[in-house]
């Protein structure tokens, strides 16, 4: 086994130990029950409409991702970019030990269109730290409506200097790291915040599902924490465990309902799950490559210092 598939295969039994035990606490913490009747007694109307949001979320999410590729010369069009985003969900929550969705877009891309490696990963490794950050934007910004502020005890000022300093940070990353992309920041930047929103009413119309009526703000900041958590590489893809350990950790900090808080937690999850089930219909999406005018970007163009 090379070293490559040996650090996946690890990185995955990590994700599936970490998971676990998360899964394992939550369980222990929580009336399993009371949970139960909460789910089942969920109403199906509200959860429709936070498929429906979910969806477009990720619809717009496909659409700022095409705008990283441009930069680099790629031109898919939409419809075939879309297609191409929903076989990757399928592949981030059936293969996570494996290529990966992201990993399955960049080779299938360069394969088919010798679009250079670096610049489609620096392409995806950028969509996702805009994503994140927009992510913690949104919940330091709702955590000084709510109560964060107060429950952190005095430190209520940090989320005024993370709120401030989290897009200056941002584009300074940009300048540094990712200069190809620079002519894309503003648009982008916004679109990210554009998804993570219609996330937000996804949230929110579960809670509506569950019955809930009060405490929205610091269950959309605790929403918006544990997706920051199951962005990062411990978590496996969709944050299962993950999600639900933050809102049995944190439901104490803002007074919320412990049992609405993890159910919440676990309807997104599933909508993740079956939203991802829509890449079956693009398993082939690689047979049926359309063609591109993709153009091989200069190294000028990549950031690049050309060679002598």
Known sequence: MDKQRLKRWVKLFSQIVIATIAIYFVLNEIDVDELKRSLLGARIGPLIIAFLAFNASKMLSAFRLNYFFRVLGLKLSENFNLKLYYLGMLYNQFLPGGIGGDGYKVYLLNKTYKTPLKGLIAATLLDRISGVVALGFLAVGLGLLGSAKDAMEGYGF???????????????????????????NHITNLQALGVQSLQLVSAYFILKALHVETGFIDYFTLFLVSSVLAALPFSLPGGLGVRELTFTVGHELFGLNETAAVALASLFFLITLISSLIG??????????????????????????PKA
């Open 158 to 184: 940090l989320l005024w200097v993370a709120l401030v300093l989290a897009y200056p940070a941002y584009y300074l990353l940009v300048n540094i790291f990712f200069k190809t992309f620079k002519k894309v």
């Open 280 to 305: 079956i219909f693009y398993l082939k999406i690689g047979k049926h490559l359309p063609k591109s005018d993709a153009t091989t970007p200069t190294a000028s163009e990549l950031g690049e210092q």
